[in-house]
């Protein structure tokens, strides 16, 4: 998980998965292009309610997000064959960040000049989630889940947040409880629903069907302050 800078105009101070917003460009016909695994029929069948947004940019974005956010490149050539940090070297994955983070290039046109692919494969759709009508800033949220990929780890990048770790879903679901962990909705379900499964492969099996498990609540309430948290919570495990 990661912590939103204090100083943020929304959410400051909040943990938070990574991620980020969906760019123009995320959707256009080269970044599409460049996916790897999950094909735009496919993603179309997933999702049929994404407000103009093409489904198969959430992915590219997924892909995208994960990189900037904790430097993690799902990347693959175009056989398939997942690029090998130690053999590529961490120097090249943080070349095509520090570009991407600049501004220089976009992300498929970095992938291109590499002869990668953003590998889609691992990616497991998990939620969605839409502010409340009464938020002062609105946005629809879409998660996934994936493994870290072979010879890399996530670090620490400060643009946008002050803390990075690891933590098992239970720990991060009592802590949230405890009030030690502030956590909007997302985080919170998500979390919450991790901490039921014993094992990764128990998890991946239950995503084998590709599909979301679960959406939020908070939109439908016209009054949302008042809504019964502690009567909407997972039964932590």
Known sequence: ??????????????????????????????????GYGVDI?????LIDDADGVAPLAFWMTAVRELLEETGLLLACDARGVAVDAGTAGLGAVDACRKSLMAGEQSFADLLAARAWY??????????????????????TARFFLCPVPAGQAPRLFHEETSEGFWIHPGEGYRRFLAKEMAMAEPAEY????????????????????????????????????????????WNPR
Do not use: C
């Not at 100083?7 to 599409?32: E, W």
């Not at 953003?118 to 946005?139: E, G, K, N």
């Open 190 to 233: 998500g979390v919450a629903y991790l901490a039921q499964f014993d094992s990764i492969d128990e998890l991946w099996g239950a995503h084998d069907d590709s599909r979301h498990k679960f959406e939020g609540l908070v939109h439908l309430i016209e009054f949302w302050k008042d809504f019964d948290w502690a009567r909407n919570r």
């Open 41 to 45: 029929g496919s993603a179309n069948a």
């Open 118 to 139: 953003a590998d889609l494969r691992p990616l497991r759709y998990l939620s969605h989630f839409i502010t409340p009508r009464s938020s002062p800033i609105r946005f």
């Open 1 to 34: 998980m990661i912590r939103r800078h204090q100083t943020m105009r929304f959410l400051g101070g909040y943990y938070a998965f990574p991620g980020g917003k969906v760019d123009p460009a995320d959707g256009a016909p080269a970044s599409l292009a460049r």
